[in-house]
């Protein structure tokens, strides 16, 4: 989406990207993190806290969502469970459960 007469464009992903003109990037870069108006146009600047979350969240979505080398553990254990060789020790299991019962309380004060 355009908004016409403005510099700024929303994509489909509805990340905000700014568009600075090049004689203007000192200026946008003294202003960062503010809007300013300039001879009747509008800017922003995002700050580089923004760019830095829009950088990682750009990461996270194209990493893999297994990695490869758990890749073949997660395999190990889906056929496992499907045979039915997968068990676990019901004293660990209410240990974990207890662990978690107890962080939850903490947590909720």
């Avoid at 809007?35 to 979505?61: L, P, R, W, Y």
């Avoid at 194209?62 to 020790?89: C, S, V, W």
């Amino acid at each position: 989406m355009e908004i016409p007469g403005d510099n700024i464009r929303v994509n489909k992903n509805r990340s905000v990207q700014s568009q600075v003109k090049a004689g203007d990037k000192k200026a946008a870069t003294q202003s960062q993190g503010s809007a300013s108006s300039t001879s009747g146009t509008e800017q922003i600047a995002i700050s580089s806290k923004a760019k830095d979350i829009q950088k990682a969240t750009e990461t996270a979505n194209a990493a893999p969502a297994i990695r490869p080398e758990n890749a073949q553990r997660l395999e190990q254990l889906k056929n496992d469970i499907k045979d039915g060789n997968y068990h676990i020790p019901a004293e660990a299991l209410a240990e974990k459960v207890l662990e978690n019962i107890i962080t939850e309380s903490e947590f909720l004060g």
